[in-house]
């Protein structure tokens, strides 16, 4: 190939890549275009653009599973309607990811594929237990999210290989909530970012913890799973004192390090703040308490409204 | 006041918008010409080290290559404050960064791959990027070859009154460090400049500078070339904050470039060296004490400073000029003093940036204020007012204040922001009111023998009136000001004024844009100039109608005589009658306009600025205490603009200076590790979003200045000035700790949060519980 092809179907992108040693995937380009110029990415390596492939960029609902094509941009994540109410972790990362014009061409299988530590994508999809499917010349196989990035920057694909599309199930009784800590309110990357997913038993404020994850970007080389929630939070209400427990495990699960975007003391302890607001809410939306619409970014309810400036 | 006018006091939508918003304005990087090449600069990548050889013969080697220089194959002398730069860094290299080699090529990937095959050796020396480090004994030497003591490049002191006897009859006295970071103008538009030679060897340079006569004279001295033999162009500004007017190394290197090349050569930087290798606002770290008596009188000001200069002395080595203004005269303060090193740090080195040391100083002295108040059980408005500066007011400087409208800004942020009802009385919710106010020159700042500016008017057949200013249009708003003064002046429509102000050989002297002095200075020279525009105008049509030109006015473009109303006369037509009459002549006027101000003497005393400008603002915020997330909810602004010529503008002014502002206060900071920024790009500097903008509401308080034009003066930095103080005075309001330093980001706050920063409060008035000291 010369430096640029749009294959048409995914086995025509993964014959071209596994003819083609050097070349690399790309969709929105906007982590690629930018590495390219910085030298973190072989300038000179052949592009296979994979926005051409048609239903590569799908977003449906079959029953309770969603389907998400590996080329949905992030702004049509952020826009759908059932993800907001269902999947609301990963409309709440979709929407602070980027600017709009970023959201408008960045994909799902993008943000997971560059497999930055604060990829914003990675959290809410690990807390919905997602399964990532990879095409490769041996075929399709399936993985869970929760393994797919084994570094930064780096990820189970092998040559090539391309992502597909990722799934997750939503069933009843279940919610979830994605917060973040930043410097600016907009056009930032996360601090720390922090998802959260809670099934229960039933409806209302008493509505017992069936099962939950919690899972941590930007404070460690890779998103994590908070191990061992199930043993403080199943069969009961995440009262205070779990929820207390919840952010220390949160704040024990971390491996952050310093730099312009936080302190690792700072990562620590926010990731354990945010923890518990997330499953707080996640509990609020599984249990039906929850009045919908998206969360303030924090998880802390904002004021804006009443104050006495002028718009 | 009058209120009559019938351009001045309307809102005007800026002349040169349109242009800007839908692509049309030709900026500088848009210029093609034939043979252009492109110029690029190897640098630095340490902060301190010995250059022992530079190597350029497969550079020069490279086909498309047309001019490799260095220090050893160009002529050039030093340049800067003391001489302690120079373009082509020739023995040692002092920062990353630092300008080393330059080439010209065809292209601009053949100019990066000659930058490449360019070898340069070092020795690396110790570095040092904290200024405090660099005044311990044994500190690396940055310039060993000045004659100076350690590091410190200048020194600032000014003291007036008895410092032990102001203390001695203080009932309480405050104290307190505080701190700002190293941050970045980052206008929209990259530095760029083109510089070529004529056949005749006459230079031509292209660029966004905006104080191009004193540009002019640098590149002369510093080149050895005959100034009368230089035009500077000067395209249409994409932002500055500033930034553009310092002289940079870029800029002579770009005429090195097209002396040896014998080709027109272009630099343009691209973001990273924008944020690298051009200036950025310094860090100043001050010591403050203030003491008051019991009843809330200053008594004194007591400031120990650390000016973090970086490498070496460009404009922001001067930043003390204006700190030590709001130092010695924010409120009536007595007695003070300021002792300021400007140190040299192995780093990117400070210029001129919007505010020029205001916030920086304005973030110690107003928290001070606030603690103050606090500690004598005071309303920190009632401080302020008790202690507001008026008209008529002598400051210990010599600053002389006319106009002055600092009671009423106060009272008016205080109204409009609730701040009786609701300060202090939020801390459940985390959320607090905080105020800062600031004195600032507004009628110039006599910095050189001359503040004045030039102003020519011509008035054609077509009744077209070009106004020729020395002044420039970086997105200030100026050009529209400054037709809006010609238009009043002269009484014509506003749509048949233009402005120009671009070239060298066509405008007259300007010292440049700076200090918020513009409107003032450029004002009343295209004020002047218009008058007389005016006078040759009524003189024409005086033949006409037959009447006196004394007895005529005109107004909309129409001549007439009060009380006749059918004597009247188009003024296209006096002009007209003019030109096409024996003995003709056209109307052409001009005007100098240098305010009546004195420069500083050894002692820092003089009144520097025909007028001073004024205003208050209330921040509300809150605090996510368990993150360190902090939100502005709103801010309260009121300026002194003696009078707004144009409502909008000073309003655009105000709101953008306030959000740059907010950029300070919360997260805008150029990190520095071992000497680099790790991360010199736009992601990574936290430069606001409209998301990080609270509403903001401005009132305009209008004092009619007796010497500003229309009773103008100058609102162009005054809207940055306040809001670090503002916020961290918030802050102190919503959780009850006090901010130390600037930006107020999450991890800092937190930490204060946990460790109780508190105010240090030296004498207490009577002794009084921990917790009333906040």
């Given at each position: 190939m010369n430096g640029y092809c749009r294959p048409r179907s995914v086995s025509e992108a993964v014959a071209i890549l596994a003819a083609n040693s050097g070349a690399m995937v790309i969709a929105g380009g906007t982590d690629l275009v930018i590495d390219r110029r910085l030298g973190r990415a072989d300038p000179q390596a052949p592009l296979v653009d994979v926005t051409g492939i048609d239903g590569l960029r799908d977003v449906h609902w079959d029953g309770d599973e969603l389907h998400l094509g590996a080329t949905a941009t992030v702004r049509e994540i952020e826009s759908d309607p059932a993800v907001i109410v269902r999947a609301s972790a990963l409309a709440e990362a979709a929407r602070v990811l980027g600017s709009v014009q970023i959201r408008n061409m960045a994909t799902l299988g993008g943000n997971l594929c560059t497999a930055s530590p604060a990829a914003e994508m990675a959290p809410p999809l690990m807390v919905h237990d997602a399964v990532v499917a990879i095409q490769g010349p041996d075929g399709e196989r399936r993985w869970a999210v929760a393994d797919f990035a084994t570094g930064p920057r780096t990820t189970i694909l092998a040559s090539g290989e391309i992502l597909t599309n990722v799934r997750l199930r939503t069933p009843a009784h279940s919610g979830s909530c994605y917060l973040r800590q930043t410097v600016r309110w907009a056009m930032d990357l996360a601090g720390v970012g922090v998802a959260a997913w809670v099934l229960t038993d039933g409806t209302g404020r008493e509505a017992a913890v069936q099962e939950a994850r919690v899972a941590l970007g930007a404070v460690a080389p890779t998103a994590v799973l908070v191990p061992g929630l199930e043993a403080l939070l199943a069969g009961a209400p995440p009262t205070t004192e779990r929820l207390g427990a919840v952010s220390a495990a949160a704040s024990a699960a971390c491996k952050p390090i310093s730099d312009t975007r936080g302190t690792a003391e700072h990562r620590r302890h926010v990731a354990g703040v945010l923890a518990a607001r997330a499953l707080s809410i996640a509990h609020a939306r599984a249990a039906g308490l929850w009045s919908g619409g998206l969360a303030p970014v924090n998880g802390r309810e904002s004021a804006v409204a009443s104050s006495g400036a002028r718009a | 006041m009058r209120s009559d006018y019938a351009v001045v006091g309307k809102r005007i939508p800026k002349l040169d918008a349109p242009d800007k918003v839908t692509g049309r304005t030709v900026y500088a990087d848009d210029l093609k010409m034939s043979g252009l090449l492109t110029g690029a600069i190897k640098r630095s990548p340490h902060p301190h080290a010995r250059i022992l050889s530079v190597d350029v013969s497969a550079a020069e080697a490279l086909p498309g290559v047309y001019a490799v220089i260095h220090a050893g194959n160009v002529t050039q002398r030093p340049f800067g404050f003391g001489h302690d730069n120079i373009p082509l860094k020739d023995r040692v290299a002092r920062c990353v960064g630092d300008e080393v080699a330059a080439v010209a090529a065809v292209d601009a990937a053949t100019a990066q791959r000659a930058l490449d095959l360019i070898r340069v050796d070092y020795e690396l020396l110790p570095a040092v990027d904290d200024p405090f480090e660099a005044l311990q004994p044994g500190a690396p030497r940055i310039h060993d070859e000045l004659d100076i003591e350690g590091n410190v490049s200048m020194e600032w002191n000014f003291q007036t009154g008895d410092l032990a006897e102001a203390e001695q009859r203080s009932a309480v006295i405050v104290s307190g460090s505080y701190s700002s970071p190293q941050a970045a103008p980052a206008p929209i538009e990259t530095h760029v400049v083109i510089a070529g030679f004529d056949a005749d060897g006459d230079l031509e340079v292209i660029s966004p500078v905006h104080m191009v006569f004193m540009y002019r004279k640098e590149l002369a001295d510093c080149l050895g070339l005959d100034w009368r033999r230089i035009t500077v162009r000067q395209p249409p500004v994409g932002g500055s904050f500033g930034g553009k007017i310092d002289i940079d190394a870029h800029d002579f290197i770009a005429v090195m470039l097209a002396r040896a090349a014998r080709r027109p050569v272009k630099l343009a930087m691209s973001r990273e060296e924008e944020f690298t290798g051009t200036r950025t606002r310094q860090p100043i770290h001050f010591r403050l004490r203030t003491g008051a008596a019991a009843d809330g009188t200053l008594l004194f000001r007591h400031a120990e400073v650390v000016s973090d200069n970086g490498a070496y002395n460009a404009w922001g080595s001067h930043a003390l000029l204006v700190a030590m203004n709001t130092v010695t005269s924010m409120y009536r303060v007595g007695t003070s003093r300021l002792a300021a090193k400007v140190v040299y740090t192995n780093k990117n080195y400070g210029g001129s940036v919007r505010g020029f040391g205001n916030p920086q100083a304005t973030f110690a002295v107003e928290q001070q204020m606030e603690e103050l108040a606090d500690v004598l059980g005071m309303d920190p408005m009632d401080l302020r007012l008790k202690n507001a500066n008026r008209p008529g007011d002598v400051t210990p400087q010599g600053l002389e204040i006319t106009s002055c409208g600092l009671s009423e800004c106060l009272e008016t942020v205080r109204r409009k922001s609730g701040w009786d009802q609701r300060r202090g009385r939020m801390r459940r919710q985390h959320r607090g009111l905080g105020a800062a106010a600031y004195v600032h020159v507004g009628g110039g700042a006599r910095i050189y023998g001359s503040d004045g500016c030039g102003a020519m008017i011509k008035i054609d057949d077509s009744g077209r009136v070009a106004l020729i200013s020395g002044s420039s249009e970086l997105g200030q708003g100026s050009e529209t000001a400054l037709a809006m003064i010609v238009a009043e002046t002269l009484g014509v429509p506003l749509e048949a004024v233009s402005v120009s102000h671009d070239d060298t050989d066509v405008k007259p002297w300007d010292v440049g844009v700076h200090a918020s002095r513009t409107t003032f200075v450029a004002g009343n020279a295209a004020r002047m100039a218009a008058a007389k525009a005016r006078d040759e105008l009524l003189e024409g049509a005086a033949e006409v109608l037959d009447r006196p030109a004394r007895s005529l006015t005109i107004r909309d473009g129409v001549i007439s005589v009060p009380g006749e109303p059918t004597a009247t006369l188009r003024y296209e037509k006096a002009v007209r009658r003019r030109l096409l009459r024996e003995g003709s002549s056209i109307i052409m006027t001009s005007a100098f306009y240098d305010p009546p101000t004195q420069r500083q003497d050894e002692n820092y005393v003089g009144n520097i600025s025909a007028s001073y400008g004024f205003g208050a603002h209330v921040a509300e915020i809150e605090v996510d205490p368990d993150t360190g997330m902090v939100r502005v909810l709103g801010l309260w602004a009121a300026h002194d603009v003696g009078r707004a010529i144009n409502p909008m503008s000073c309003e655009g002014q105000i709101e953008g200076g306030a959000v740059m502002g907010v950029g300070l206060a919360l997260s805008e900071e150029l990190p520095v590790e071992d000497g680099r920024f790790p991360a010199p790009n736009l992601h990574d500097y936290g430069m606001p979003t409209t998301m990080d903008a609270p509403p903001i509401d401005v009132t305009l308080i209008e004092t009619?200045?007796?010497?500003?034009?229309?009773g103008a003066k100058g609102i162009g930095e005054g809207g940055i000035i306040l809001p670090p103080a503002a916020i961290a005075n918030a802050v102190a309001d919503a959780v009850g700790v006090r901010p130390r330093s600037y930006p107020i980001r999450p991890w800092k706050l937190r930490r204060w949060i946990e460790t109780g920063e508190r105010s240090h409060v030296d004498k207490h008035p009577h002794p009084v519980p921990d917790e009333n000291a906040r």
């Open positions: - | 009619a200045d007796e010497l500003g034009p229309f």
